[in-house]
């Protein structure tokens, strides 16, 4: 491509509601434009990196079998009503009525229009297992959209959903997608995690998340660094700790504490390691509980996982955290005095906390703590579960090294549906009995817009974007230097120009008149994230040397032109 | 791809609700399926065809240097608004209300949005010509969607724009984009024409529709037998006849005629030629025409051609026949006993009646009509003018032999717009004198899905669908006969499927066992439209042979094995 030619629609200054580092630079380097909140039209620089990543999305789930569908944007009232989420899914669906009053929704995702193909489609288990997917604009309407494409409005996913009905089948298939997910992000370049997530209120049987790492991500994720353990913060387990209970040194005491309600306050005041100290938190029980509610309890400096908490059979779903009225009728003291000793409701006790030894606690009595608390002399052991979240250091739970705390971006996430939409629909398929059976499903996203700001989000600087190589709007770009002033140097760049194209490669040469000053085409290249620069110089050209530059390296490197294209060929990394 | 893991989802009987051919065979082949009026998905072997059709029309636009970009589907009211069309589209377009009760449209079509675009970044004549298209989603919501992806009210398009401040540079990128729609649909092997249309109500200054043509094709398309000179019906001009007027050989008689009000009449009853006939059709003129009306003569034989009649200057548009009621006022006869003699408002002939001698037309009295009628001795000729459509034998208007007429289905039109939507949008770049300047554009669209529909119409006989290569779901199919009871046929058919692959041609194996009996794997083969069919037998294999046929030919013939993939590779015709 000519820049002349090109739509170069980079702007100097950083635009005012762009908070995180993709919008900026994605605004700042003329990918994409906002039509309207959570709207963004792609212009041709970013439209050729999301392309990138169609691409290689597609590819991949060919690869791996999926046949590609293509099901519409607008999808008919019905269908939501009859699996059950018209009503579910809420102000979240953009809705619509035809002409002729009929309700439509711009479809959010797609289970309920597969699942109508499914049951119509697939009659017998001899089909099966079947894998569809498409690659399709979405909508949802975000109370709050923002950070750009990175949660926009209006959105492209991929999404594939399976057909199965056996366990063992639809977990192959899970499997099969989780190295395709593989696959895809290691040949996007990036640096990424799967990761263990949470089934949630779907309530499937497995669930990954695909993670980029990065710094502004806002999902937790916990990593050994010595195995491929990797989970969202929410479902790592905090293993029992190796190390035994400290026997009793210390006699229970019940002491005045007035102004002590928080952790700090006891290690502050009162001098005691925040290590031996407790955080007792309330929820709402299940209704087997007869108290009605129930007491948590995890050491002063862990942090209670709700997500953890929630799935205790004994506590309510969702977590509700009781209020000071519901705490005082039921304990008799408030929030900041609780503690296990005479406490009248049922507990349960972290890990980490089944081991402590001489803590402090609450007296469950206001302004009153225990110092010097040890489980079974001065009260039974409860229950003891794994209620919180892990923290970096900590070992990994497959007992391979330590784990490591990261920021991510989710840009996949493969599921385990069950039977859920299969069932509302009755998507049946006759067994090798002949009998009727309801399938089960598996579903498999990719944020295919997300992972462009992703991308950004893991691989910038100050000066710009640093793409990787696969997804790159273009993979080198030739800067003649002051061409009009030296014949020489504009045709070797236009041969330059020709050849890498005849290798096979995407090139930009800014050809744009002397107007454009070198300094403008050097720091276009940076903000585009061009990641192999070449320059020719008249300079250079007396020793027939081209000066080669690497978006993300520090130093500029002499390249002999007779050498230039076998460089640079060898250098693109592209699977 | 294997029959076995790919969803063959082809049906027997012919869809109720099913008029057209192509409507028909894409859902018996399993191309589609609605969802909804006017909605479709998109099953497997449906969308392998749209995807290749996208392809050539991306690769055609890349290469006539049209930058791609991608728009939103959901547009704001507010850029309606401002172009003026908010209202005038009514309920074509799908309305919505975001959970702001802000006002949304499923865009129908993208000028306002690329135009809002071009306002921001073209700023410099230097930045043009540009031209930008994109391969999005639209939504139209017809009153009655009929014919499936014909005219689905959602479906694909590739809408392209092009921005210029000079004439001649429009009409430049008019001829590049001209030329970049033969080559897609030459590429995409349809017979097809470009044809000269109607610029309408948007008063652009030219326009052309391509036309595949097709029996069940809407539009009537004239074009030469001898030259490239193609256009709509509405557009054909009807050339000036090469005859000269007749002399008067009859004399003027005035004739009761109490039951002749038409053509028919005058021809049966008192034993006109009906060359000899005329017919005279009153419609509202401008207002500049004092009586208000004007009356459009043509002969008998012929039909007005309403979209010239609207063009001419007197005639008010949209085109509005006279009432009875209006012609009495302003004739004193009613609309069957009209005609040039003694007419009393402003009449415009057909070149065609231009020409005529001793013929018969109403008298403007009730009941009665001149017979004998002669221009200039009994009455004035008008004015003159091409009113009519053309006829299948007349010259070519370029002189280069006789006119042809056929069907045709609109797959594409391209249109120099003007300045309608930069004007509206105040869109504006500065001159080389650093004056701002309002753009001029041009539009180009394609029916992208709608090409795959047509493509059918155009190519298909009793058993289905014949595909052109190009587009074709599947290149090749393989159909091994009784391949349980002969491992060597399922042996060769394997080998064959794994080297045509690695000669890069696609290619469907027919894997399903037995229960799917040999004439059901030929009825499915044919009704897909695979362009090269394989048979590999136990009775051909003892000879060395294969047997080969191409869909739309009558015979198959003899393929040694030896030679099959060369063969093949030679047939199959992919550009």
């Not at 695909?210 to 660094?225: M, R």
């Not at 009995?433 to 991308?455: D, E, F, H, L, P």
């Not at 190589?469 to 770009?477: E, L």
Request: proline letters at 5%.
């Amino acid at each position: 491509m000519r820049a002349s030619k090109y739509l170069i629609a980079t702007v100097k200054e950083t635009p005012a509601d762009a908070v995180v580092v993709s919008h900026k630079l994605m605004l700042r380097a003329g990918m994409i434009r906002k039509l309207a909140s959570g709207l963004y039209s792609w212009l041709p620089t970013g439209l050729k990196v999301l392309r990138k990543v169609e691409r290689i999305v597609r590819e991949e789930m060919d690869r791996a079998g999926a046949q590609e569908v293509l099901m519409p944007c607008v999808q008919p009232a019905e269908l939501w009503q009859e699996s059950g989420r018209w009503d579910e899914m809420g102000a979240l669906m953009m809705h619509m009525k035809d002409r002729h009053e009929r309700d439509f929704v711009f479809g959010p995702t797609h289970e309920e229009v597969i699942t109508d193909i499914a049951r119509n489609e697939l009659t017998s288990y001899k089909q099966l297992p079947a894998t569809f997917y498409q690659i399709q604009t979405k909508f949802r309407d975000e109370f709050r959209p923002r950070f750009g494409v990175m949660r926009a409005r209006e959105f492209t996913m991929k999404d594939a959903y399976s057909f199965h009905i056996t366990q063992d089948s639809l977990q192959g298939e899970y499997e099969n997608m989780y190295q395709a997910y593989c696959r895809i992000f290691d040949r996007l370049g990036l640096d990424y995690r799967p990761v263990l997530a949470d089934t949630g209120a779907m309530g499937g049987k497995a669930s990954h998340e695909f993670q980029v790492l990065a710094e502004s991500g806002e999902d937790y994720i916990a990593f050994s660094d010595s195995s491929d353990y990797a989970a969202n913060i929410e479902m790592a387990e905090a293993v029992m700790p190796a190390t035994q209970r400290g026997e009793p040194t210390e006699a229970l005491r019940l002491v005045d504490t007035p102004n002590a309600r928080t952790i700090a306050d006891l290690v502050n005041d009162y001098d005691l390691p925040i290590e031996k100290t407790i955080k007792t938190l309330v929820v709402e029980a299940e209704e087997d509980v007869e108290a009605g509610l129930i007491a948590l309890i995890v050491r002063g400096d862990h942090e209670l996982n709700e997500v953890k908490a929630e799935k205790l059979p004994q506590v309510k779903a969702p977590l509700t955290m009781a209020t000071e009225e519901q705490i005082r009728a039921a304990i008799g003291a408030g929030p900041g005095s609780l503690g296990p000793v005479k406490m009248p409701i049922p507990m349960i006790v972290d890990r980490a906390v089944s081991v402590m030894s001489d803590f402090g606690g609450g007296a469950n009595v206001d302004d009153k703590h225990y110092f010097g608390i040890n489980w079974e002399r001065d009260v039974a052991l409860p229950e003891v579960a794994d209620l919180r979240s892990v923290q970096a250091g900590e070992p990994s739970p497959d007992g391979q090294g330590t784990l490591q705390i990261k920021k991510g971006i989710e840009v996949g996430h493969i599921f385990q549906l069950g039977n859920k939409y299969a069932k509302a629909l009755n998507a049946t398929v006759l067994d090798e009995n002949g009998k009727g059976q309801t399938m089960i499903m598996g579903c498999y996203g990719i944020g295919v817009s997300r992972i462009v700001a992703a991308a950004i989000e893991q691989n910038h600087d100050d000066n710009g974007i640093i793409w990787p190589d696969a997804i790159a709007p273009f993979h080198v770009g030739i800067v003649p230097l002051n061409a009009h002033k030296s014949p020489e140097v504009m045709e070797v760049a236009e041969k330059l120009y020709a050849d890498l194209q005849a290798a096979g490669l995407e090139v930009l040469l800014d050809d744009r008149d002397k107007k454009t000053s070198p300094g403008v085409k050097f720091a276009d290249m940076e903000l585009l994230g061009i990641p192999h620069r070449i320059v020719v110089s008249d300079r250079g050209l007396a020793d027939g040397q081209l000066e080669y530059k690497a978006r993300g390296a520090e130093d500029k490197e002499p390249l002999p032109l007779a050498e230039a294209v076998d460089f640079i060929r060898n250098r693109v990394k592209v699977q």
